[in-house]
Nanobody, 119 residues
Framework: QLQLVESGGGLVQAGDSLRLSCAAS????????TGWFRQAPGKEREIVAAISWRAAVTYSADSVKGRFTISRDVRKNTVYLQMNNLKPEDTAVYYC????????????WGQGTQVTVSS
């Protein structure tokens, strides 16, 4: 089994920064890709950024390019999302997810952490 625990959310003002963390435990050897997703009220969940666990190849959504950076520390089994220049439209619940080896979709999820950006 693989478990994910997010932390680092909060209430900030536009232009501020936050760093989200996602700590993995259990069968971390099964991690292939890790992603950050978000879901705002009344909207569908969307991918924000992703990183391959071994090669550290990254992907970022157009809406966050140049502002958000995903990284991982394999020794700590933790993935991070550094969010700079936050905007009110970044307000959402942020989820960490894993796509395990041999799996097609992200199907292991954390509990989510709220990020609220005031204008």
């Amino acid at each position: 089994q693989l478990q994910l625990v997010e932390s680092g959310g909060g209430l900030v003002q536009a232009g501020d920064s936050l760093r989200l963390s996602c700590a993995a435990s259990g069968r971390t050897d099964r991690i292939n890709n890790t992603g950050w997703f978000r879901q705002a009220p009344g909207k569908e969940r969307e991918i924000v950024a992703a990183i391959s666990w071994r090669a550290a190849v990254t992907y970022s959504a157009d809406s966050v390019k140049g502002r958000f950076t995903i990284s991982r520390d394999v020794r700590k089994n933790t993935v991070y999302l550094q969010m700079n220049n936050l905007k009110p439209e970044d307000t959402a619940v942020y989820y960490c997810a894993v796509r395990a080896l041999g799996r097609v979709e992200y199907d292991i999820w954390g509990q989510g952490t709220q990020v609220t950006v005031s204008s």
